[in-house]
């Protein structure tokens, strides 16, 4: 059934197509909570129309727009490990002007949204996708998927006190759930604690430790689930196979998006301001006429090859050296 509100406004078929929030969300634009202040903010369009309501229906057919650019039906779903540095925020834009990870990550990756955040100061594995659905999946506490960081706290760390945030806590009137916090070494007056977690409230591991009169003064987040930071440097980024994606989260990618298991796709281990610059190219030195340093012509003749030079040494002569002077032996009467 097709019901339309005003005869000049696109038709919403409550049947076929998906909600335009939860279809943006999917398209990489924003999660669908964002999605919906856009629409609130009439920066959606569908057909020449301005939305009022995030539960208008499209199925991809239209003609639809976001801050007048035009989006195209979704692509297969992607997954990328990115190494946050410290000192960049976790947003599109920043109202007090500091940089952002996205101003930072390689200009080749499409549009993509975080899984979950990291604190300005927090560094360490922060997961991206073109699927925003996807995203709100895996942030959900109720997914149970754990988040460890590696925290460097001013303060004597007491085991016994890390114990207690087991059983939850409340602190300053925020209620967190079950923390496990194990001390791994003390150096000076700073000890490293390990600390695993699910819920993923805002700043939940600094604040924790806060309640036991510790302060961070280091935080690294190392695995989200069944993905690890492992080496990545700070500032890389590595795509997560459609093999290993689909291995862990296939009931959370809808059909249309699932992407094909065996795809081979470029890997970008490091950004791109840290790639070699200015070596010149072997069409370069044709160009001028010039040999690469080293270089040799394949018509040059080379008498020696397969010969040993004269100043090389003998033949090894297969006995075993002890390491130990050689001394002759006296001669025998």
Do not use: C
Not at 143 to 158: D, F
């Amino acid at each position: 059934m097709t019901e339309r509100r005003e005869t000049d406004r696109p038709s919403e078929t409550f049947v076929d197509g998906e909600r335009i929030a939860k279809y943006l969300a999917s398209a990489g634009v924003a999660s669908r909570r964002d999605v919906e202040k856009m629409i609130a903010e009439g920066r959606v369009t569908v057909d020449g129309w301005k939305l009022d309501t995030p539960a208008f229906k499209v199925t991809g057919a239209e003609k639809i727009l976001v801050d007048g650019r035009a989006i195209s039906r979704p692509d297969p779903t992607r997954l990328w490990r990115y190494h946050k540095p410290a000192g960049l925020v976790t947003t599109n834009r920043d109202p007090d002007g500091r940089p952002t990870i996205f101003e930072a990550l390689p200009k080749s990756l499409p549009r993509v949204v975080t899984i979950g955040r990291l604190d300005l100061n927090t560094e360490g594995l922060l997961l991206l996708t073109n699927d925003g659905e996807l995203a709100r999946g895996l942030e959900l506490p109720a997914t149970g998927l754990e988040r460890k960081y590696r925290a460097r706290a001013y303060g004597r760390a007491e085991q016994r006190d890390l114990d207690k945030l087991r059983d939850g806590i409340v602190y300053e009137g925020v209620e967190y759930r079950s923390i496990i916090a194990r001390v791994d070494r003390v150096t000076g007056s700073n000890s490293w604690i390990d600390i695993t977690l699910t819920e993923g409230k805002k700043r939940e591991a600094r604040r924790a430790l806060e309640s036991l009169g510790l302060k961070v003064n280091r935080l690294i987040r190392v695995t989200y689930g069944p993905f690890q930071l492992d080496d990545l440097g700070p500032g890389a980024v590595e795509e997560v196979s459609a093999a290993e994606l689909l291995a862990e989260f296939s009931e959370l990618i809808s059909e249309r998006r699932r992407p094909e298991p065996f795809t081979k796709r470029t890997v970008d281990r490091a950004r791109p301001e840290d790639k070699p610059q200015g070596k010149a190219r072997r069409s370069d030195h044709k160009t001028r006429g010039q040999k690469p340093q080293g270089a040799k012509h394949h018509d040059q003749k080379q008498p020696n090859k397969g010969r040993r030079p004269d100043n090389a040494r003998p033949a090894h002569s297969g006995k075993r050296h002890t390491g130990k002077p050689v001394r002759r032996k006296p001669p025998t009467s």
